[in-house]
């Protein structure tokens, strides 16, 4: 498009009256930011994958199973919009949160009642990390049930599984934050699960809560596995788990019968 | 003995291994550009997930109880509900096979899946084995974290949800 670029430039002041946008797209500094040509052409929509940044992360084409909702149901997707609602809702409450006992539990009853937005982006938080387990327990179902772990992902269904036990890991830190009745005994039940684990029991209840119970210290460490340790653990394990979906070309495209290929595999399988 | 200009020449030029030729092949040829296939439909699903979470997040406000106090315990002391499962289970067994024998071992077994599933294909009857494990495991899970989140109240007796609710977000 960039004859028609050059064309709309010597055309005549009257077409910025009807094209408003074009005076700016053929400006200097508008093209310096974005380079690729418009994208209504197969060299355009090309060129918009491989010079936009956020685009890259998308192959170019993809298969055309994939355009249809009920191939992926797009959980994986869905699970990853939950992590960014999160990571930009996260850090709104951390501007107004201190994690000591007992300010972490009056920050909260401030956040609720004379911060801006508080209560409602308190609730978008806990909402979404809610949503954000179930949908990546139904992300699992998904990817088990069409097979979609089958070589050549094997590695991929195990880094989705260690994704899953982060996401419950990063849940669950976050439930003690509030510093309630109800944030406090729920985390004393579930350490004391893990205190049951064979010989490290005790002890890797111990390293987890900083002491023998729920006090300043597992307050403290709850907060910088929250809000530090696990997410920073998630984005890069999340990016090699999309970096492989990619690669390996999405789970549709060894679905697809082969013709040429079949008499072969029939034949192996009768000599075997 | 051909004269030399009869002759048949080769030149080897290279060795590709036929997993390769395989993989090239495999390339989706026939694909639908991302901008704005994809694309399009990403920017859809993202706009529905922030609009749901905010409907929710108007209707619903988070739980805040009173000021932690570790000398008071309440009435009904429950795990989040994606560890409700687990308090369930430890109601029934000790707490070596309810707390880690069991869970220990599903996990395992689900890290380990792919390299366990030896059937054929992708399709369901060509791998009924793992099938019925997997679902077996997952009515389980589900079945326990429901009876736990819904069913439990003080001591861990049996409530009916219509009597009174113990659930907590």
Redesign the interface.
Known sequence: MGSNGRKVRGAGWYRSILHPGEVYRNSEVYRSVVRHPKPDTPRGRAMTSFQNFFLHIYPVKVPREIIRTRTTLRLGFIAAVLYGILFISGTYLMFFYRPTVPDAYFDMHTLSTSVAFGQFVRNVHRWSAHLMVVIVILHLLRVFYSGAYRPPRQFNWVIGVGLLVLTLLMSFTGYLLPWDQLAYWAITVGTNIAGYVPLFGTHSRNLMLGGTEVGSAALLRFYVLHIYFIPALITVILSIHIWRVRKDGFAVSDRRPEPEDEPVKEMADAEA | MPKPEEEPRFRLLGVVPQEVQQRD????D??????????I??VA??AG??A???V???L???????????N???EV???????AG??EL?SHFT??VA??LIPGAA?LW??A???I?R??????R??KYV?VV?TVI?VTALVLTVIGTFFRGPAWSWVWPWQHMYA??
């Open positions: 092949r495999q390339e989706p026939d694909g639908v550009f991302t901008w704005p296939h994809l694309l439909r990403h699903v993202a997930t922030i749901v979470v905010f929710l997040a108007i619903f406000n988070a739980p805040l109880k009173d000021i932690a106090n570790p008071q315990t309440p002391a429950k795990a989040p509900w994606y560890f687990l308090q430890l707490p070596m707390g880690v996990l689900l890290v899946l792919p390299y599933d059937g054929k294909g992708w399709r369901v060509d791998r099938v997997f997952a907590e977000p």
